[in-house]
């Protein structure tokens, strides 16, 4: 039994790869696109979109080829091919406007830009585009079954970015030191506080300001450096006022005693 058994998967694996030689070879775009499909199903995605590549000129712009589109588009998808897979779903949702799974197409869409999304350390120009192509989804499609998970990829993206942001201000104040630059550390850490008011890197960003802000005051002409220290001496007051307890308070004290020691020629002047 176990010989007939194995003896009729042989054969039918056979059948199968002749019919797709075969389709490979054949002008019957129609025969293609019906192998095609079934190779999908099977799971062979690769056999699916090689089969999908030869047909699809010939059905461009055909009503009937709808069907034929869609399992090009996700079978793209499946081989993780992100770029032509987003690319074929948005012609599919521009040329099936009318389709049921035009809805489908379009959040499928989208989840390719955002799996095109690189770590947060790289050029984030694809998850610019990402956050666009998840906004549009969820204005077309406010009521849709999909919109957890685009309202999720959305959130997700929106971190990464701020995280870049946070690590490019803390950069700039890390070189600070090496390039007497303290003004554009204090502007990049000022800004990220400003853009991202609810984000959870803003005590240390806060405290980065701070140190920042002391620095340079403590390195300016005399001309201006009563003023920069009162505003230093505010940076502390924001951070103790955000975070009482801040991890960074034994620093952050030790800077305004200093800040302190430095304003009182001032006042002992006037």
Do not use: W
Not at 11 to 32: G, I, P, R
Not at 203 to 221: G, N, P, Q, T, V
Not at 247 to 265: P, W
């Amino acid at each position: 039994m176990n010989r007939i058994l194995s003896f009729l998967i042989v054969a039918l694996t056979f059948v199968s790869c002749s019919e797709y030689q075969k389709a490979l070879k054949s002008e019957d775009n129609a025969f293609k696109s019906k192998v095609a499909e079934a190779k999908f199903n099977d799971g062979k995605y690769k056999k699916a979109l090689r089969l999908y590549e030869q047909v699809a000129p010939a059905f461009k712009g055909k009503p009937n080829a709808e069907r034929m589109f869609y399992f090009y588009a996700k079978s793209y998808y499946e081989t993780k091919q992100y770029y032509l897979a987003g690319y074929q779903f948005e012609s599919f949702v521009a040329s099936y406007p009318k389709s049921e799974k035009r809805e489908e197409a379009a959040f499928l869409a989208a989840e390719c830009y955002y799996k095109l999304s690189p770590v947060y350390s790289l050029d984030q120009t694809d998850t610019d585009k990402a956050l666009g192509k998840l906004q549009k989804f969820i204005d077309t499609y406010p009521n849709s079954e999909y919109l957890p998970k685009a309202n999720e990829y959305f959130k997700d993206l929106n971190e990464k970015l701020e995280k870049k942001a946070f690590e490019i201000a803390k950069q700039y104040h890390m070189l600070a030191d090496y390039r007497y630059e303290y003004n554009v550390a204090l502007k990049a850490l000022e800004n990220f506080i400003a853009d991202y008011p609810g984000t959870p890197f803003k005590e240390e960003a806060m405290f980065y300001r701070l140190d920042s802000a002391y620095k340079m005051a403590m390195k300016s002409i005399p001309s201006k450096k009563e003023e920069r220290l009162n505003y230093a001496k505010t940076t502390y007051t924001s951070l103790v006022k955000f975070r009482p307890e801040t991890e960074y308070k034994e620093k952050a004290d030790k800077i305004l005693a200093d800040i302190d020691k430095e304003l009182q020629q001032y006042t002992n002047s006037n």
